[in-house]
């Protein structure tokens, strides 16, 4: 953290990844300079090191993403899945915090919240196999926590690939 500050590399611009241990003063001083730490879940118990508790980064109001190097390590590159680990890892985690984890948090970050879909703009299109569900809570725990696999496709001039 130390040679991160000297260089001037500390900053809202900054992810933290698989980082897996903090001091009180380094969430602090992370916190102080607006960096994101973002939390490889598979990755990290692949390294032996269980993966950071988010809901002590959200003490330190920090912003933190769930994320994964699935694809280099051999293990799942599905974040529901990623999110899932984290949320069976830390059960005081709300299902809501990890969905968060993988939409709203990582945007923060980018700087894209506010970017709507318009012409010219590429639409992912997710199909999920969900019972009808009235609570988002429900919804959200079936998509994070279901056994179902997931299919991904996208829409390309109105034809679904």
């Not at 269980?50 to 699935?70: E, R």
């Not at 069976?88 to 919240?113: G, R």
Request: hydrophobic content about 35%.
């Amino acid at each position: 953290m130390q040679t991160l500050e000297e260089y001037g590399l500390l900053n809202d611009k900054t992810a933290l990844i698989h980082c897996c241990e903090y001091k009180n003063e380094e969430l602090e001083k992370i916190a102080s300079y607006g960096c994101t730490v973002v939390v490889c879940p598979f990755s990290n118990i692949n390294l032996l090191q269980k993966p950071f508790n988010p809901i002590l980064l959200q003490k330190y109001n920090i912003n933190w993403c769930t994320a994964t190097d699935g694809l280099g390590s051999g293990e799942t590159a599905n974040l529901l899945s990623q999110a899932k680990l984290l949320g069976q890892l830390y059960q005081d985690v709300s299902v809501e915090e990890l969905f968060k984890s993988i939409t709203l948090y990582p945007c923060k970050f980018l700087d894209c919240e506010n970017i709507l879909l318009g012409e010219g703009k590429v639409a992912n299109f997710n199909v999920f196999d969900v019972p009808l569900q009235t609570e988002l809570n429900d919804y959200l725990n079936f998509l994070i926590y279901n056994e179902s696999k997931v299919c991904y496709t996208e829409i390309e001039r109105g034809t679904l690939l």
